[in-house]
C-alpha cells in the first residue's frame, strides 16, 4: 500500500495546486483484482506545464500527449493531462490529443472497461463504464463500441489478447466478435508497438490462454513469421517465456523463420537481441549435441543468458540439468571462469614450439587447452597444461 501512499500525496499537491487527480489503468484495476502492482499512473486536470510547475523533479517524456513524470521520494508517476483523442488517420498516433476538464472524459478513451477505472485521493472509485463488473465476470470488454475501438487504434486488439494471458481473462462476445473481424487491421501497426505487446503476451502467467485468443481470432497471421502455420498444442511453449532472445530460439526451433537474423529484421530487434539470440542458439545446439549440460556448455554460456536458456530448455520439454539450479552449479565448479584465468597463454605455446611458423595453429591449440581445463582432464597448472600440449604435439598435431 505504501506505493499507493505515494500516489496519495502527489495527488494531494495537484489539489494544492487547484487541480484534479486520480489513479488510473493498471494500478486500479491490479489493486481491484488482488494483484502485485506496477507502476502507478495518475491522471490529472493539470496541464504538463502546471504540473512541471507544481513538482520540483519532472521529466517531461511525452509532452505532446501530455504526460511527464514525476520522481516523489525516489518513485516515478507516469502524471498524464485529461485527454480525448481524435483521428487516428494513419492507425499509429492519435491526429490530435485535446485536453479535457473531465476525467470521465479521460476514461472513455481507454481501451477496456477495467482499465478504464479512476480512484480518488480517499479511495473512491469512479467507474463509468462498470470495469469492476468486467473484472467481477473476468471479461475484457471494450469501452464503448468494440468495432469502433479497434479501428481507431488496432493495436488494443492484441492488447486484449496479452490482458488475457495476464490475468486469465475471457473476451466478452462483442469485443471478441469485433476482434476477429478487425483483425487484418492489425497490418497498419508499427511492428514495434506489436512487440511489445507480444512479448508481455507470451509472459503472462496465462500465456496459453492468449495464444488460443490469437489463434481464435487469427490475429496471429497478422504477426511477422508466425503468421503462417502455428498450432496450438505442438508450437505452444510449456512455459512462459520472458525475452526475445529465447523467444526466437523456441520458434526457431519449431520451424517459423529462416535464421535469427529473419526474425530480428521482420520484428525490427536490436543487434544486441541479434547476438544474444545467435548465442542461445549455438548453446541450445551444443546441449543437444551432447544430451546434457557439460562443463563446456556451462563455461561457454553468458551469464546474463543463463536464466532465457535454463526457460528455453524447459520449454522445449527437455533435460532435467536443464534447470537454472543445475546449471549454476556446473558453473561454480569450473575451474577457469575465462580464457583470462588459464595460467598457460599463447607465448607458452610459440615458446615450446620454436621451429613453428605462427599461424591458425596457435588459436587451435589455446582452444584445446582451455576446453581440456574446462573439462578437467588438465588442471589449471603451467607446468601440467606444458607436459600434455607436450603430449599431443607426439601424436602428430599440426
Ligand atoms: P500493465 O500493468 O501490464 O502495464 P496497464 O493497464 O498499466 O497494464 P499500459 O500499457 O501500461 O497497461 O497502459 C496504461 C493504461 O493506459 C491502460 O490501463 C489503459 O487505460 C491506457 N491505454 C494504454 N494503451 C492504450 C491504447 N492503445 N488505447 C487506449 N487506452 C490505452
Ligand atoms: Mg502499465
Known amino acids: 500500500m505504501n506505493l499507493f501512499e505515494e500516489a496519495f500525496e502527489v495527488i494531494e499537491r495537484i489539489e494544492e495546486a487547484g487541480g484534479e487527480a486520480y489513479i488510473v489503468g493498471g494500478a486500479v484495476r491490479d489493486l481491484l483484482t488482488g494483484r502485485a502492482i506496477g507502476d502507478i499512473d495518475i491522471a490529472t486536470s493539470l496541464t504538463p506545464g502546471d504540473v512541471q510547475n507544481t513538482f520540483e523533479k519532472v521529466i517531461p517524456v511525452g509532452i505532446e500527449h501530455g504526460t511527464v513524470i514525476v520522481r516523489h521520494k525516489g518513485t516515478s508517476f507516469e502524471v498524464t493531462t485529461f485527454r480525448t483523442e481524435e483521428g487516428y488517420e ?9 485536453f479535457v476538464s473531465d476525467i470521465k472524459e479521460d476514461l472513455a478513451r481507454r481501451d477496456f472497461t477495467m482499465n478504464a477505472i479512476a480512484m480518488d485521493r480517499q479511495q473512491n472509485i469512479i467507474d463509468p463504464f462498470r470495469g469492476k463488473e468486467a473484472i467481477e465476470q473476468k471479461l475484457i470488454q471494450a469501452v464503448g463500441e468494440p468495432d469502433e475501438r479497434f479501428r481507431e487504434d488496432p493495436l488494443r486488439m492484441i492488447r486484449a489478447a496479452r490482458f488475457a494471458s495476464k490475468l486469465g481473462y475471457s473476451l466478452e462476445p462483442s469485443t471478441q466478435e469485433a476482434l476477429a473481424k478487425q483483425a487484418p487491421l492489425l497490418r497498419h501497426i508499427a511492428v514495434e508497438r506489436i512487440s511489445v505487446e507480444f512479448l508481455k503476451l507470451l509472459a503472462g502467467d496465462q ?21 503462417e502455420g502455428f498450432m496450438l498444442d505442438q508450437h505452444t511453449p510449456s512455459l512462459s517465456l520472458q525475452t526475445w532472445p529465447e523467444t526466437i530460439v523456441f520458434f526457431l526451433k519449431k520451424g517459423f523463420g529462416d535464421s535469427v537474423q529473419d526474425w530480428v529484421k521482420s520484428w525490427k530487434l536490436s543487434n544486441q537481441i541479434r547476438r544474444n539470440s545467435e548465442h542461445l542458439y549455438e548453446m541450445t545446439a551444443l546441449l543437444e549435441r551432447d544430451g546434457k549440460v557439460t562443463p563446456w556448455l556451462a563455461y561457454q554460456l553468458k551469464d546474463d543468458c543463463l536464466d532465457a536458456f535454463s526457460r528455453i530448455v524447459i520449454a522445449s520439454g527437455k533435460v532435467e540439468q536443464g ?8 558453473k561454480s565448479l569450473l575451474p577457469i571462469r575465462s580464457r583470462k584465468d588459464l595460467v598457460f597463454s599463447s607465448t607458452d605455446l610459440i615458446n615450446l614450439f620454436p621451429d613453428r611458423q605462427k ?40
Open 323 to 330: 534447470t537454472l539450479e543445475a546449471i549454476r552449479n556446473e
Open 90 to 98: 494513419d492507425f499509429r498516433h492519435p491526429d490530435e490529443v485535446t
Open 359 to 398: 599461424g591458425p595453429w596457435i588459436g587451435e591449440g589455446l582452444l584445446e587447452i582451455e576446453r581440456a581445463v574446462v573439462q578437467g582432464s588438465v588442471d589449471n597448472d603451467h607446468d601440467q597444461i606444458k607436459k600434455w600440449v607436450q603430449q599431443w604435439n607426439l601424436h602428430g598435431k599440426d
Open 207 to 227: 500465456f496459453q490462454n492468449g495464444l488460443e485468443i490469437l489463434v481464435e481470432t487469427n490475429l496471429i497471421h497478422e504477426l511477422p513469421v508466425l503468421r
